[in-house]
């Protein structure tokens, strides 16, 4: 499998956590001292995958609200081997989300290091 079809089907993983609220998904695609941040709540909202993996646990999954989904993959870049940054997009709820996603090979296999993230509020 090449490196880009490795990371694709990483981001297809994060998605389909996010779509179905489950951290089974989601724990498989970050890596366990992963960050997660936006600048859109104040103070700079910052969390860690224990603290990250409660609140989506608890979440209404978009799934189950039978939410169209809204997946985008804009762009994935290479810095190397083992480094990788995706400019992904998804929706859930009336919010959409623009993420910066940074990925790192260990041990073989892809996984997100950092999720940066953009919120907008969708009209209507």
Partial sequence: MTAFA??????????DGLY???IERLGAVFHPKAIYATADETPLLYRTMDDYFPVVAKR???ASRN?????VI???EFAGENTA???VRC???TKDFIDFLTLVRTDGAWRIMAKI???TEREG
């Fill in 117 to 119: 993230f953009q919120i």
């Fill in 60 to 62: 209404v999954s978009p």
């Fill in 85 to 87: 940054f995706a400019r």
């Fill in 91 to 93: 929706s859930i709820g």
């Fill in 6 to 15: 490795a990371v694709t089907g990483v981001l297809e993983t994060y998605f």
């Fill in 20 to 22: 179905h609220a489950d």
């Fill in 67 to 71: 939410e169209v989904r809204r997946d």
């Fill in 74 to 76: 804009d762009s994935i």
